[in-house]
């Protein structure tokens, strides 16, 4: 079982997450991180360091994101990878929890 990010990520992309990763599962997008559930080590780390609480286990992404699950193995394989903690966008407070954010996602 791997771990998803899902929509609370986009256009926050607060990369704490990233930090704690003891392997290399993130990818950085435009306005995203998506994690390679190939590389995910299950190790629960990166779900509790979230600001923005986008990072579930792949059993318990909530009904409304589980196309996340699949956009995180589709852009994980086209994204770069991203293995440090870089400053969020200045903006990211603003969008922090704000619903509806998906059709926003810069692929």
């Known amino acids: 079982m791997a771990f998803v990010v899902t929509e609370n990520c986009i256009k926050c992309k ?9 392997v290399d599962c993130f990818h950085e997008g435009p ?3 998506v994690i390679d559930p ?3 080590i299950d190790c629960t780390l990166c779900e ?3 600001p923005v609480n986008a990072i579930y286990a792949e059993d318990d992404v909530p009904e ?3 196309e996340f699950i699949q956009i995180n193995a589709e852009l ?4 770069p990878v991203l293995s440090e903690k870089k400053p969020a966008p ?8 704000q619903p509806g954010k998906r059709q926003l996602l810069e692929r």
């Open 90 to 97: 200045e903006d990211a407070d603003e969008w922090k929890d």
């Open 48 to 50: 509790t360091e979230c």
């Open 31 to 33: 306005n995203m991180l």
């Open 64 to 66: 409304n994101q589980i």
């Open 38 to 40: 190939d590389e995910c």
């Open 76 to 79: 994980a394989g086209k994204w």
């Open 14 to 22: 607060y990369t704490d997450c990233v930090e704690v990763c003891p």
